[in-house]
């Protein structure tokens, strides 16, 4: 059975802080990972990872995928409040199958 | 329109209700998915439309779940005779092409549905 689990599931960090979420993965026929970040509404999406090492940056998010680890990671750097969220890992076999999500919260 | 619209935001319904959800996706997207968000949980998938046709209903948890989407737009995900554990966050998205063009999903908003 196809099987996303996301790490800590839950952090609590002061702005400026950078952090780390974790993503590990079995699926029987992958295609991509994906990162969203959701907030009291839709997930939005951030990234979607389909070869090993090749890191992507937007603004202070960034991501890697290790395809042979099967796990990926999402970086935060200098944490501001309006990062506090839950953020999604899912991977793509032909629907996503997502993670319980990891709720962070920056506090000031 | 710009996003995926989901309506109603919010549904109280009576056990034994139906309820039906509406999902007007990105203009011109092929594919369309609903999953249901129970609280504190991911997103689970229930099924897939491509265009009119709906290839992948493997995760609707009952015969009470029937999703349509008969002009290959707009989705209904209808719930018959509703149960307390149907009490969840339903979420649609579509993406451009097909599921397996690897394309990322875009979500709307949601419906909350609370059965009392």
């Known amino acids: 059975e196809d099987k996303v689990v996301q790490s800590p599931l839950s952090l609590v960090v002061h702005e400026g802080d950078t952090v780390t979420l974790n993503c590990s993965y079995e699926v029987t026929n992958f295609r991509s990972l994906l990162w969203y970040k959701q907030e009291k509404k839709a997930p939005t999406f951030l990234f979607m990872l389909t070869s090993s090492g090749i890191e992507k940056k937007s603004g202070r998010l960034s991501s890697i995928l290790d395809k042979k680890e099967l796990f990926s990671i999402l970086n935060i750097t200098a944490t501001q409040t309006g990062d506090s969220a839950v953020y999604l890992c899912?991977?793509?076999?032909?629907?996503?199958?997502f993670g319980k999500g990891t709720r962070l919260s920056v506090i000031a | 329109g710009a996003g995926v619209s989901q309506s109603p935001r919010y549904k109280v319904a009576k056990r034994g209700q139906d309820v039906a959800l509406r999902c007007d996706p990105i203009?011109?997207?092929?594919?369309l998915f609903w999953y249901q968000q129970a609280l504190g949980q991911g997103p689970e998938f229930l099924t897939y439309?491509?265009?009119?046709?709906?290839?992948?209903k493997s995760g609707l948890p009952s015969d009470r779940f029937f999703a349509e989407r008969p002009e290959g737009s707009v989705s209904t995900l209808k719930i018959q005779r509703t149960q307390q554990e149907d009490s969840a966050v339903y979420l649609c998205?579509?993406?451009?092409?097909?599921?397996?063009?690897?394309?990322?999903?875009?979500f709307g908003d949601g419906t909350r549905l609370s059965i009392l």
């Open positions: 439309f491509q265009n009119e046709a709906q290839l992948d």
């Open positions: 998205a579509s993406s451009p092409g097909p599921a397996t063009s690897n394309q990322p999903q875009h």
């Open positions: 203009s011109g997207h092929v594919s």
């Open positions: 899912a991977v793509a076999n032909t629907p996503l199958v």
